[in-house]
């Protein structure tokens, strides 16, 4: 699986978009970029995924750059329910090998 | 819709003693994944099964065995319980190659 970076923690307003950045420089081309999420104590979420092109879903959009390189998941009109660590992950989809969820990103929105 | 039903929700058990604990997968997912996660930490992996043999295999213990049955069902045994395993266990299961549904996963407490 390929190693991701993400910022520790952001700040976003109540109603504003949320930008949550990914840096995954090594992914390889068959491996799909996946976003879930973890509400405290809670299960993690699916959220999205991706192989090249943008991709966008009821909760979220997707943005991959044209290099693979990096992404950015972005939440359009973030609620205060959105508050929670948001993990990316390269996986290369296949079989039923387990996700390695890395350091995510803990997401507050700020009321 | 149904989800990913696992029990118990709680569990308190004292050092060296033996905990099973159960996952229920979606109806009409073959695939079943159990991960854990320790106060403050990230979702690590355990195990994965699929179509009821052993798929992948993450940092489980010696001391932990898992396996899926006909119907399904998984379940994860974890004997000569440690301080350092009390911990959130999530399981998730999925159709192959599709994404992952958490369920709302066993708080293991080892006194």
């Known amino acids: 699986d390929a190693k991701t970076t993400q910022p520790t923690s952001m700040d976003c307003a109540e109603g504003r978009a949320a930008n949550l950045p990914c840096n995954h420089s090594?992914?390889?081309?068959?491996?799909?970029v996946y976003w879930y999420r973890q509400i405290h104590s809670q299960g993690p979420q699916y959220i999205i995924h991706g192989l090249k092109n943008n991709e966008t879903n009821e909760m979220a959009s997707l943005i991959i750059t044209e290099d693979r390189k990096s992404s950015t998941l972005i939440l359009p009109h973030a609620t205060l329910r959105d508050t929670a660590v948001y993990y990316c992950?390269?996986?290369?989809?296949?079989?039923?090998?387990?996700?390695?969820f890395g350091k995510g990103t803990h997401l507050i929105i700020q009321p | 819709a149904a989800g990913v039903i696992q029990s118990p929700r709680h569990l308190i058990k004292e050092k060296r003693e033996t905990a099973t604990l159960k996952c229920y997968p979606i109806p009409r997912h073959d695939t079943v994944y159990w991960y854990q996660q320790g106060p403050g930490q990230d979702p690590q992996f355990l195990i994965s099964f699929y179509e009821k043999m052993q798929s992948d295999k993450g940092s489980i213990p010696d001391r932990f065995s898992a396996q899926q049955f006909s119907d399904y069902h998984s379940e994860l045994n974890m004997s000569s319980l440690e301080l350092g395993d009390s911990a959130l266990y999530f399981c998730?299961?999925?159709?192959?190659?599709?994404?992952?549904?958490f369920g709302s996963g066993t708080q293991l407490s080892v006194l």
């Open positions: 998730a299961s999925s159709s192959l190659n599709e994404k992952l549904f």
């Open positions: 992950i390269g996986d290369s989809g296949g079989g039923a090998d387990g996700l390695t």
């Open positions: 090594t992914i390889s081309g068959n491996e799909y």
